[in-house]
């Protein structure tokens, strides 16, 4: 029994190797993607190159940005309610609606704002593969570059990345960025609510999240980071923050 029982030579030293593949395999898939889930997170960490949450402190600039448009009755009132507040800002439009509504790509450029991807299909990286977020990626690329607007920016789906999203936007020359303030506005209807979780993490370099559609959030969300909109840009007038785009923080 016991000559039996006993491991095939070798054995002892694959078994260690195969898990230690594995729980690198997991770590990477995974473990980016759990850290991700906040503002707080120690992506925070990364060097600017792989994952961007906040710009430079000087000189003192905010960049607004918005999700998961085009939306043909959002975008539009967005794009006229900056033009309002002279704020120029960097639109992550998702792939699968921009491909639809190239001409409203195109207004979000002539306007004078930045145009970044947020991915064709806004799924959770946390449950796909490294071949399907190249692929999503590539997608989302290929449908910016038809627009007319190959992407520098890229934001992933709920602003979650795993190893091989941080990688595959490399491979494409896409600069991945988060946020560092956000307004929340899916879990309040009241703007001074959205306004003052923005102004709260407002300093200069910060990344403001806001939505120019409510396709993943309750209907009419858009709306209650529209109207926070007007009292972040007076705080930001009053603190002497300039608005300007990704590229103009950046670059
Ligand atoms: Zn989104």
Known sequence: MARRDRAPLGAHRVRPALTTVALATIGTQYVASLVALGQWTPFQALPGKLCRWQGPRVPARV???????????????????????????????????????????AEIARRGHVVGTHGYEHRHHLFRGPAWIRRDLARACETMHVAGFPPTWYRPAYGQATAATLLAARAMGLQTVLWSAWGREWVTRDPRDVAARIVRHLRPGAIVLLHDSDLFGPPGMWRTGLE???????????RGLTPVTLDEMVL
Do not use: N
């Open 63 to 105: 960049a607004i940005t918005f999700d998961d448009g085009p939306d043909p009755v959002v975008t539009p009132r967005v794009l006229d309610r900056l033009d309002e507040l002279r704020i120029r800002a960097t639109f992550f439009p998702l792939g699968s609606r921009a491909a639809h509504e190239p001409e409203l790509v």
């Open 228 to 238: 926070a909109l007007g009292v972040v840009g007076a705080e930001m007038d009053r």
